[in-house]
């Protein structure tokens, strides 16, 4: 079993930057892919980012270029460096973990989930 818990989410100004972090218990992600979805208000969950236990990362379309996301095996948590923030990209973000070492963007393919931290960008 894996634990996940978010932090670093707040309030920001259009094109300012926040850092997520997702800290795991239980087990150390070593061999799990990664990701972090985000949640606005009445929509539903979407891929945001995802990296396997190595280099292989993905990205959405919305973000590609602003957001990069990192691991720490050794730390055990799971980063997510936002830049240029926009208005749309107002949520809650929440990091997952998956039973296997490859990157995925469904949320399907994900075991462990967050409570998710809310992030919101002023206009």
């Known amino acids: 079993q894996v634990q996940l818990v978010e932090s670093g989410g707040g309030l920001v100004q259009t094109g300012g930057s926040l850092r997520l972090s997702c800290a795991a218990s239980g087990r150390t992600i070593r061999g799990y892919g990664v990701a972090w979805f985000r949640q606005a208000p009445g929509e539903e969950r979407m891929f945001v980012a995802a990296?396997?236990?190595?280099?292989?990362?993905y990205y959405s379309d919305s973000v590609k270029g602003r957001f990069t996301i990192s691991r720490d095996n050794a730390k055990n948590t799971i980063g997510l460096q936002m830049n240029s923030l926009k208005p749309e990209d107002t949520a809650v973000y929440f990091c997952?973990?998956?039973?296997?070492?490859?990157?995925?963007?469904?949320?399907?393919?994900?075991?462990?989930w967050g409570q998710g931290t809310q992030v919101t960008v002023s206009s």
């Open positions: 997952a973990a998956r039973s296997w070492p490859s990157a995925a963007r469904l949320q399907d393919d994900y075991d462990y």
């Open positions: 990296h396997s236990d190595g280099i292989i990362t």
